[in-house]
């Protein structure tokens, strides 16, 4: 089987602990060129990993005729002038989240890949454990009754001031590095679009980045809560309350890929836990991206659905501001 062929643009540290290595197993997906913009730094790194080609430049790789597709772990503020470049070479585009920094930017590059006729994906890789598509049977099965509630906590601790998170103009905070989580988990698992938002944010008073962020989104008859926090300790978990039960996810989206997925689920009858099977949710991810380019597949996170997430990532920096709610 022909494999699709990826650029990846920067090392990052996402790239080589969560996404090379388990790449190396796909029947699907190669990882065929690498750019850093130190070429010695390229290509050391290709040579060690058994990658075909390195080039000093995100530019150069970019026009690489052999790569299929272009992967994009770059700092946000770079999402959009590469995905944009990438799609104008007729690259197909997986890129990390958030797509760009706010929806105008998201908007470009939407229209960029579907007049280049290119695939273009939000890289929402949780979306893909088997973990997340058994809570979504179980939000929509009316198994929990109507649901009414669901309250996010995603949440890390990091003052370095050097780190890309801790710098605004890099895109960094908690709402833009793990807030479009919460917003995008709430809408998969609402099956449905909020009418309007709320939002507090307490920001670093030296960096100006949001540091502690709580958000509701109002779906009318439901209601979602999220805090998300980059100085707090360690944390994830989602609780989803529906009037016939409740439903619980402890590691909702960094799950390890050596362990099953868990579940608690607990209504009249009683509480259980639902084990799914092992997997690696950026193996899945990225097989499913090239699936769709192989076989001209729907794509699992669509461009519209990237749209609608970053327009509510907006209109909650707008209520924070406003220190009132934004209709959407």
């Not at 959009?80 to 105008?104: D, F, T, W």
């Not at 509630?149 to 890099?170: E, L, M, V």
């Not at 519209?304 to 406003?322: G, Q, R, T, V």
Request: glycine share 6%; hydrophobic share 40%.
């Amino acid at each position: 089987m022909k494999k699709v062929k990826f650029g990846v643009l920067g090392i990052s540290n996402h790239f080589v602990k969560r996404v090379l290595f388990p790449l190396k197993r796909s029947e699907t997906v190669e990882i065929y060129a690498v750019a850093s913009r130190s070429e010695e730094k390229s290509r050391s790194f290709a040579a060690e990993h058994g990658i075909q080609k390195s080039y000093g430049s995100y530019d150069e790789l970019i026009e690489d005729q052999e790569v299929d597709a272009i992967y994009i772990p770059l700092p946000n503020h770079l999402h959009a002038e590469y995905s944009v470049k990438a799609a104008r070479q007729g690259k197909h585009i997986l890129c990390e989240k958030p797509l760009a920094m706010n929806y105008e930017e998201t908007k470009m590059i939407v229209d960029t890949a579907r007049n280049a006729d290119v695939l273009l994906m939000e890289a929402f890789m949780y979306r893909f454990h088997p973990q997340w598509i058994t809570a979504r049977e179980l939000a929509v099965s009316g198994e929990l009754g109507k649901i009414i509630s669901t309250i996010c906590h995603f949440a890390y601790d990091n003052k370095d001031p050097k780190n890309i998170r801790n710098i605004k103009g890099y895109g960094g905070g908690a709402l833009l590095d793990i807030g479009v989580y919460a917003v995008s988990s709430s809408r998969f698992l609402m099956n449905a679009e909020p009418k309007r938002v709320f939002c507090h944010i307490d920001r670093d008073p030296d960096s100006g980045v949001d540091i502690h962020t709580t958000g509701i989104l109002d779906y009318e008859s439901a209601r979602s809560v999220f805090v998300v926090s980059t100085r707090t300790f360690a944390d994830q978990r989602i609780h989803v309350f529906g009037s016939s039960g409740q439903l619980s996810v402890e590691v909702p989206f960094n799950m390890y890929p050596d362990i099953p997925g868990c579940l608690c689920v607990t209504t009249s009858i009683g509480t259980r836990e639902i084990y799914t099977e092992i997997a690696d949710q950026y193996k899945l991810q990225f097989e499913a991206f090239a699936d769709a380019i192989t076989h001209n597949r729907e794509l699992p996170v669509s461009p519209e659905d990237s749209l609608a997430n970053m327009m509510i990532i907006d209109s909650l920096f707008e209520s924070a501001k406003k220190r009132q709610w934004v209709e959407l």
